[in-house]
Nanobody, 112 residues
Framework: QVRLVESGGGLVQAGGSLRLSCAASGGIFSTKTITWHRQAPGKQRELVAAVTSGGSTNYADSVKGRFTISRDNAKNTVYLQMSSLKPEDTAVYYC??????WGQGTQVTVTS
């Protein structure tokens, strides 16, 4: 069982940047694909970005060119660098390691 803890959320103006971190403990982190998801009020949770154990990445069309996902297996941590933030990026951001292993989420609020 992998335990995930997100951090780095906050309040930022449109056009600003934030870096989210997802720290993992337990399990074999380096072999897992890790994904970031977000859920805005009244909306379904959606996939934002993914990074495989080999470092391949994939992004939702809405964040391509603005967000970058990366991982540091030595630190058991996955990052989501978010730039050129928009008010529509406002949501709770979660990381996920498969098999029902979700973090508790971190709030990102982007003001116009």
């Amino acid at each position: 069982q992998v335990r995930l803890v997100e951090s780095g959320g906050g309040l930022v103006q449109a056009g600003g940047s934030l870096r989210l971190s997802c720290a993992a403990s337990g399990g074999i982190f380096s072999t897992k694909t890790i994904t970031w998801h977000r859920q805005a009020p009244g909306k379904q949770r959606e996939l934002v970005a993914a990074v495989t154990s080999g470092g391949s990445t994939n992004y939702a069309d809405s964040v391509k060119g603005r967000f970058t996902i990366s991982r540091d297996n030595a630190k058991n941590t996955v990052y989501l660098q978010m730039s050129s933030l928009k008010p529509e990026d406002t949501a709770v951001y979660y990381c996920y390691a498969g098999f029902g292993n979700w973090g508790q989420g971190t709030q990102v609020t982007v003001t116009s």
